[in-house]
């Protein structure tokens, strides 16, 4: 059969359904309610560790245990207030999600991850704790975090929300996926849309967002052709859903207000560019509801993770454009007047160890910070019951072998984090457990950040 990716390849987009629906009249009654999650997932597990950094009494013992990875005290950009107990700052790489925190546009929940139920560190010790399969391992960690249940169904979070909502809900793009896994926007019966950043509307000769384009109307008549034959009617069909998509993401592209915010040239800013032009189009052409997927790679900092050399960049390095790029999307969604219609979340299948790796790096580890970032969200907050004392064989370290590495059991799981999304998108509470079943085994349901 037909490979549909390949078609993302020549296309800039495709689809596992098609898009067919067209503008009505009561699109500004929709376009009144709208709702956007956008997903900016950091592939390899970034060092959280370096990212959120207690700066009293802690910063201490923080410098102590990664002498090799400590950043300097006087570079960190503090954050407004006091919480778990601690004054806080960023690495200087987040400088703008630090503004988006003290304007309250940002939140931080601190030490979420892969869980089960909930679990103790003597649980930990004595080999008792229920945990989630393949602990440390990059893919099965990254699709576990995006709501993967097992082989018996391959869906994720997102994808089984659009399922739980009624279809006049799902009516445009409903998930769509700008990465290499994509887990969180597989849904059982809901359409998934692949877009690309670098493409375009052409192919070949035919230039898709031209109906006039006589190559385009052979493309359009081709992916209307019917048959019993097997092949000829995957071909036809994959055809059609991959058309329609590039024709719907070229008019998102043509139509969609040029940012005014600056983005970094990197293809995180690059992603989140064709999403600021994307969103306010596909709201007024009728979306209602929405989740965006975005893979940025690069954070398996095993060696130089202080590296600032731009052709092996660093963690540092590689942050300036995330949160640089997340600031300049969230501002191009209050100059669309979206302000309340978008939340961006930050997440990342796993933290890494306090205590450096042997090449001026850091290991897998367990539980890491994450953020939300929008109008929506109650910002300038760190959200948490506790903080890590930041000491390798110290009593939040449950590394399971000497010499201890500094890793951290999450006081949040995935699914707590996800359900305030979820019941913001529109899932009632009973809802979100069916989604994500887990979290029936934990007596909070939510975090409380939106």
Partial sequence: MINRRNFLQHAGAVSLAGI??????????????????????????????????????????????????????????TLSGSYIGHQF????????????????????????????????????????????????????????????????????????????????????????????????????????SLANSNGGANWGRANLDRPDDIYRQRIEWASRLQSTNTYDYEFSRSLRAAYLDTVEFAKGQNAGPNPTATFPDAQIGRDLRYLAKHLPYSKQAGARRQVYLIQDGGYDTHTSQLSMDTSNPGLELRLADVSNSVSAFDASMQAAGMNNDVITVVMSEFGRTLDPAAGAGSDHAWGNHWFAVGGPVKGGVIYGNTFPTLQTGGPDDISMYDPKRGQWLPQFSSDQFMSDIVRWLGLTPAQALAVMPNLANFPAKTIGFI
């Fill in 89 to 192: 700052a960023l690495s200087p790489a987040n400088r703008a999600l630090a503004q988006l925190f003290d304007q309250k546009r940002m939140a931080v929940v601190a030490n979420a991850g892969a869980l089960i139920q909930p679990t103790t560190i003597s649980q930990i010790r004595n080999n008792t704790a229920k945990l989630p399969p393949f602990m440390g391992s990059h893919t099965e960690q990254e699709q576990w975090i995006q709501g993967w249940q097992g082989a018996e169904d391959l869906s994720g979070w997102g994808g089984r929300t659009l399922d739980a909502l009624p279809s006049e809900m799902k009516v445009r793009q409903p998930l769509v996926a700008m990465a290499r896994d994509y887990t969180a926007v597989i849904g059982n019966t809901t359409s998934l």
């Fill in 20 to 77: 067919g629906a067209t503008l009505g009249t009561i699109q500004n009654v929709q376009a009144a309610d709208y709702k956007a999650l956008v997903v900016v997932f950091l592939s390899g597990g970034f060092d959280g560790n370096n990212v959120l950094i207690p700066v009293d009494g802690a910063y201490n013992d923080y410098a102590k245990a990664r002498p090799a990875l400590a950043l300097p005290k006087d570079s960190l950009v």
